[in-house]
């Protein structure tokens, strides 16, 4: 069982930039591969980015390539999302997922997670 605990979301303005945190909790981190999803107001949740267990690889939506980097920290239990240059179509609700255990690559669709975080809000003001 893995329980996740985003923070680090906020408003900030248009070309700012913001660091999401994720706290997994539970002794098996090492062992799942990490992902990043966002949901906006009145769209469906969407795919941003992705990293395997190792952080050897790593993968991202186009829409963010070049701007959000994910990273991990598997002495410290966390998955980050460094957001830069933000856009306004970036606001959404931030959730973070973790793969089921084992496997060796990045993971890009929902069905894949198994465990999910509750969201954090970032806002982006033009």
């Known amino acids: 069982q893995v329980q996740l605990v985003e923070s680090g979301g906020g408003l900030v303005q248009a070309g700012g930039s913001l660091r999401l945190s994720c706290a997994a909790s539970?002794?098996?981190?090492?062992?799942?591969?990490m992902g990043w999803f966002r949901q906006a107001p009145g769209k469906e949740r969407e795919f941003v980015a992705a990293i395997s267990r190792s952080g050897g690889s790593t993968y991202y939506a186009d829409s963010v390539k070049g701007r959000f980097t994910i990273s991990r920290d598997t002495a410290k239990n966390t998955v980050y999302l460094q957001m830069n240059s933000l856009k306004p179509e970036d606001t959404a609700v931030y959730y973070c997922?973790?793969?089921?255990?084992?496997?060796?690559?990045?993971?890009?669709?929902?069905?894949?997670?198994?465990?999910w975080g509750q969201g954090t809000q970032v806002t982006v003001s033009s």
């Open positions: 997922a973790a793969h089921y255990p084992g496997g060796n690559s990045y993971y890009t669709r929902e069905r894949e997670y198994a465990y």
């Open positions: 539970g002794r098996t981190f090492s062992r799942n591969a």
